[in-house]
């Protein structure tokens, strides 16, 4: 029989239905970031993983998990952020709860690891992560942190993040409370340094930060600090230094940005480097937040440079894909829009896509940018996904590594998109690679076996 016949065609959930339309044919009134449906197999990640995604990419930073062991599974082993200094952060730490903790607490045991870790590795700041457990044990984490610190004279940030307090969205918001702690107003943001800016939501995923970086110096601006990828605990303690935030990955880091505003004063503009179209208008929006015109020069000089690289290669993916099917179920809402855009730029339709934390404001342009008869889904359960990906007829999922399997059972082909990958996909060299890589996967041979 054949696989796509052997799907279990489950209806969708009662309380599942306001999360899903089909754009032409339902009301664009999606229901979105709200808590998961109790019961569901959501493909969303817990509080706790959404504090990891934002705060693990500090490099100099000692990244304790207070918790079972099973949770310190997320490792930088399966978020592939890169550093140009320390490799601290490459350890997962755990208090390693057991059954005894949790009938007689675990403070004494979080204070005793705080000790040993920060007597063997020279650090400045330790991030200690609340999970399930400790929300429900109610272990003090703020108490234990201050006593920890005025002990070592170090910063001791408790992370509350216990993974059942919410979705995944509160936990970037934890992780940007954590974040706000240790940024220390020196100077006030507007009268700082003059085209310098911080760069929110990029986690440095195969050095994407650098390329970034690279471009920006080209246009004549200064990355301040990255937050998080390859940062470290003096840029993030000056991050009042930059006179403007751009924000990469709106839906970790947008909070981040508001509060910085509200505290220090310093502007924000949403950006995303992902794909030609977006690259390029995010280097023009910058140019034009300064209102320099050798800057705004430089801008386009460089896209049309970089443009010139790269489109004949797109173009010999173009002439292959055309024609071809995508369904699309990622973290945040930016790179959603930004993969819809970009999708078409090699010549294939998105038939289906979502997101795990998208708001309402992203998914407003998603449907703007998506074609009639797309279904549009928030919050996603596995068998949500393979039912329209079998509906619409799509050749290709992307997605991360919850997704993989899905999409291997189904017999189409799969691009990983999340943290886990080793390879760009920003700006224009990312491109490439993400055109590369679907060419490769879509026209595997190996499909005509399946
Ligand atoms: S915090 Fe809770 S939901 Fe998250 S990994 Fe740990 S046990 Fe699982």
Redesign the pocket.
């Known amino acids: 029989m054949d696989v796509r016949q052997a799907v279990i065609w489950d209806s969708v959930l009662k309380e599942r239905k306001e999360s899903i339309i089909t754009k032409g044919k339902q009301k664009n009134r999606l229901k979105c970031d709200t808590d998961s449906v109790a019961g569901c197999v959501s493909q969303r990640a817990?509080?706790?993983?959404g504090a990891r995604v934002v705060l693990n990419p500090v490099t100099d930073a000692i990244h304790l998990v207070h918790?079972?062991i099973?949770?310190a599974s997320?490792t930088w082993d399966i978020r592939g952020s890169l550093s140009s200094g320390s490799e601290l952060y490459r350890n997962s730490f755990s208090t390693d709860l057991q059954e005894q903790d949790v009938i007689f607490g675990g403070e004494k045991k979080l204070a005793r690891a705080i000790d040993e870790l920060v007597a063997q590795y020279p650090a400045k700041v330790v991030f200690v992560y609340a999970?399930?457990?400790v929300g429900v044990i109610g272990d003090d984490l703020e108490a234990v942190c201050k006593a920890a610190a005025a002990r070592h004279q170090i910063e001791v940030i408790p992370v509350q993040?216990?993974?059942?307090a919410g979705n995944k969205a509160a936990g970037y918001r934890a992780a940007c409370d954590a974040l706000l702690r240790l940024i220390q107003p020196t100077q006030t943001g507007i009268s700082a340094r003059a085209n310098t800016i911080n760069y929110l939501g990029d986690f440095n995923l195969a050095g994407e930060v650098w390329i970034i970086k690279n471009y920006l110096r080209q246009i004549g601006v200064e990355v301040n600090v990255a937050f998080t990828g390859d940062s470290h605990y003096e840029a993030l303690k000056n991050a009042t230094a930059a006179s403007l935030n751009i924000i990469q990955c709106a839906g970790s880091m947008i909070y981040l940005a508001q509060r910085m505003k509200e505290l220090y004063g310093i502007p924000y503009l949403n950006v995303s480097f992902l794909g030609l179209q977006d690259t390029a208008e995010s280097l023009r929006k910058i140019a034009s937040h300064f209102g320099d015109e050798e800057m705004q020069r430089r801008v386009e000089e460089l896209v049309a440079r970089e443009t010139a690289r790269v489109e004949p290669t797109l173009e010999w993916y173009r002439r292959r894909l055309q024609g071809k099917k995508a369904a699309i179920y990622v973290g945040g809402g930016f790179k959603a829009i930004s993969l819809i855009k970009q999708f078409r730029e090699i010549g294939i339709d998105v038939v289906m896509i979502g997101t795990q934390t998208g708001r309402k404001e992203e998914y407003e342009i998603i449907h703007e940018l998506v074609d009639d008869g797309t279904v549009i889904l928030d919050d996603a359960n596995p068998s949500e996904l393979e039912k329209f990906m079998v509906e619409k007829g799509a050749h290709l999922l992307v997605g991360g590594v919850k997704e993989r399997p899905l999409a291997y059972k189904l017999g189409i082909a799969f691009i990983d998109h999340n943290h886990d990958r080793k390879h760009p996909l920003s700006g224009f060299v990312g491109a490439v690679n993400l055109a590369k890589e679907v060419y490769t996967t879509l026209c595997s041979p190996v499909w005509q076996y399946v």
């Open positions: 817990c509080v706790y993983c918790g079972p099973g949770c997320y999970t399930c457990i993040s216990s993974g059942f």
